[in-house]
């Protein structure tokens, strides 16, 4: 398995939610064990399980790479970040640990940013995770300040608050 070969990409509908949910546990638990703790990963993935996120999955216009067996190996999407006019927060990227690091998250947060720009967006904000904070770099992003976003069970997960001019 190597590169993108024989990845499909198509906008995620309403009956992918739940495999969309699965994707981001999976990458969360597979790449994120170095930059998390165990109460961290637990309540990640226990947040993912909620239907505020499904919901929040839903209105992300996320886009998804699905693998030649049909399963969902990425995605990332975007909305108008709240009270910024013109901005588009890209949100919700994560890929499957096993197709990790072959360009595959360049090519859908390239595609979210595109399509927002489709929108009307000129500048671009992202929440980043600690692990991935180096990727978004290389993408053009820079970062504004450390931070926290609230998982389930009270539990705070460090992120970084980053900005694409």
Same mark, same amino acid.
């Given at each position: 398995?190597?590169?993108?070969?024989?990845?499909?990409? #198509?906008?995620?509908?309403? $009956?992918?939610?739940?495999?969309?949910?699965? =994707?981001?546990? &999976?990458? !969360?638990?597979?790449?994120? @064990?170095?930059?998390?703790?165990?109460?961290?990963?637990?309540?990640?993935?226990?947040?993912?399980?909620?239907?505020?996120?499904?919901?929040?999955?839903?209105?992300?216009?996320?886009?998804?790479?699905?693998?030649?067996?049909?399963?969902?190996?990425?995605?990332?999407?975007?909305?108008?970040?709240?009270?910024?006019?013109?901005?588009?927060?890209? #949100?919700?990227?994560?890929? $499957?640990?096993?197709?990790?690091?072959?360009? =595959?998250?360049? &090519?859908? !947060?390239?595609?979210?940013? @595109?399509?927002?720009?489709?929108?009307?967006?000129?500048?671009?904000?992202?929440?980043?995770?600690?692990?991935?904070?180096?990727?978004?770099?290389?993408?053009?992003?820079?970062?504004?300040?450390?931070?926290?976003?609230?998982?389930?069970?009270?539990?705070?997960?460090?992120?970084?608050?980053?900005?694409?001019?």
């Amino acid at each position: 398995m190597k590169g993108l070969d024989g990845l499909s990409f #198509r906008p995620a509908r309403p $009956d992918d939610l739940t495999d969309i949910a699965e =994707l981001h546990g &999976r990458s !969360v638990a597979g790449l994120s @064990a170095s930059t998390l703790d165990e109460r961290q990963l637990a309540a990640s993935a226990a947040m993912g399980k909620t239907e505020a996120y499904r919901q929040d999955l839903a209105r992300s216009n996320l886009m998804l790479a699905i693998s030649p067996e049909g399963e969902i190996v990425g995605s990332a999407g975007w909305i108008e970040a709240d009270g910024e006019p013109g901005t588009g927060r890209i #949100r919700k990227v994560f890929i $499957d640990p096993r197709y990790a690091r072959r360009g =595959l998250a360049t &090519r859908l !947060v390239s595609d979210a940013e @595109a399509r927002a720009r489709k929108a009307g967006c000129r500048r671009f904000i992202v929440r980043s995770s600690l692990l991935a904070v180096p990727f978004y770099e290389t993408l053009g992003y820079r970062r504004k300040n450390a931070g926290t976003m609230p998982s389930a069970g009270g539990v705070e997960l460090p992120v970084v608050f980053m900005e694409k001019p």
